[in-house]
Structure formats: C-alpha cells, structure tokens
C-alpha cells in the first residue's frame, strides 16, 4: 500500500506519536496524527483503512488514499450532490455509484422531493464499517427511501432496462492501476449506460479527481473533456478540500440546459432542503466554484484527451 503508520514522533510530553502517511506524488507526501486505528483489512476488491485522527476525526482511506475526513467531508458531498439536484425542476429518484460511505445519500435525502436513493457498491465491507462508524450517517442508512445494492454499479444499471433516474451520481475513487472504479470514467459508459438510464431531463455529475493549479491536468480536465463528447451541456466546478490538501473537482452534465440562476437555486434551498440545512452550498456559492482560475479554465478549453478504453488513465498509488 502506498501509506504507512508509524511511531517515530514524539510530542511535547515526551510521548510517541503515531502518524497516517500518504504518498500523494512520488515526491510529495501528506502526514496526519492520528489517535487509533479503528477497522484494517484487505478486501475482495481493496485495503480498506478506517482511521481516528486528531485532526480531522475519522478518516476513510482506501488503496493507500484519504476518501473523506470526518471534519470535512461536507465540502465534499455538498459539492456532489446539492448543484444537480438543485439545477434539476423535480429530482426524485437517484442512483449514487459507489457511495457506500453513506454521505453522498445522506446529503440526497435532504430533498423533500427525493422518492428513492439507491448506492450501488461493490464492496460490502466498506458498507458495513461506514455503517458502524461514521454517525453522521446512520439516520441516511435507516431511511426507507435509501436503497442499498451489493453490485458494480455499471451492471446494476445495465439490468434496470426500463427504469430511468433524474440523477446520476458518481461518488467514486480515483482511478488506480486496477482499481474497481476505473470503468465508470470512461465515453463509452457514459454514452451507453449513464445517458440512456438519465430521465429526458435527467443530470449526470461525477466526481472528476484533484482540480489545482498543479494537479487538474492529471484527470479533471480528461473527464471534462469526455463528458463534452456525450452530453450537450458540460459544467465543471471546484472547491478546496483541506483534508484532501488540494482543490476538488466535479463535473455536470445533461442534454438540457442547465440554468445558474441564483434567485432559482436560493428559492429551491428554501423550498427543498429540511431547514434548509447546508453547510457549505448557497446559490452564490454555486455561481461562483464554477469560475476556474486563467490556468485551469485554459486547460479545460484546449483540453483534446478522452478517456476510452484504449487510452485509460492511471494516478498515483497503489
């Protein structure tokens, strides 16, 4: 695995020390204190590593990489999930890719208007520890409008053939050298399994991977690229994550036009959200992570690379 545990530093009172490092490039690594390790094991499909830190409380890592941080993870699933629900006139049913973790359904669930959720993931492990663990969560996982599937979420959906959803979520891992979600990025499932199974005017958004000055053109701009080969209308946005150390990104995309409208979007938070509960997302939020930086949004424009088959791309780790 490409993180390591260690005891090598000691604290003001002379005791030791136990810190959670990840390999982020072959020369840049990440470092956390961390107070225990509550669940190590490999599964059928991944390491699975599930942290109490001091920093950032309970930390999910899997293959060597930080998921998500119990202090910030709202960033993330915010992120995810509000923009396409709210973008969208009636969002009621949708299917999260992955997302066993729970929060990506806690975070949908929020909508009145929502009828069903379903998570489809692979690794039943990773269902079950999220499910112990992380207690933010558990009122989603005991929702009788969520719906959990043990299954690849590109097989689940090829077999509801006349069902459709409003929004698709991926809520996946980066791609690795084997890695179980790699699949799910690629033109040819959007074009053939996300865009059939989408509802006329149904969303698409997936997470698309580090979205820095220095880290965007890794895959961000890739999976910008690819989703403007299948849909007629593309945005990518990003916020800073800081137990991840660098900006995300994310990318939406549906073949209706999609109208950021801050007075819409407010009105929806108000109307939609119990309490209109959000941490992080408001209508002038969602305007604003839109607009890249001169680096990121060049890179996006003159981006060519689609991710295919043939031309997969592989980041850092194990």
Known sequence: MEQTIENEIVDSNGK??????????????WSLAINSVLYKATTKFQDVILLDTKHFGKVLVIDGKMQSAEKDEFIYHESLIHPALLLHDNPRRVFIMVGGEGSAAREA?????????????IDQEVVNICRKHLMANQEAFADCRLHVIINDAKVELEKSDEYKYDVIVGDLCDPREGGPCNHLYLKSFYQHIIKPKLDHNGIFVTQAGFAGVLSHQAFFSSVYNTAKQVFNHVIAYTAHVPSLADTRGWVLASDQPLKLDAEVINNRIKERIKGSDLQFIDAAFMLAFTVMNKTVHTTLMNETNVLTEENEKSLHGH
């Open 109 to 121: 669930l929020k909508h009145d208007s929502i009828h069903k959720v379903v998570i489809s993931d």
């Open 16 to 29: 030791n020390v136990e810190w959670f490092e990840e390999s982020l490039e072959v020369d840049l690594k």
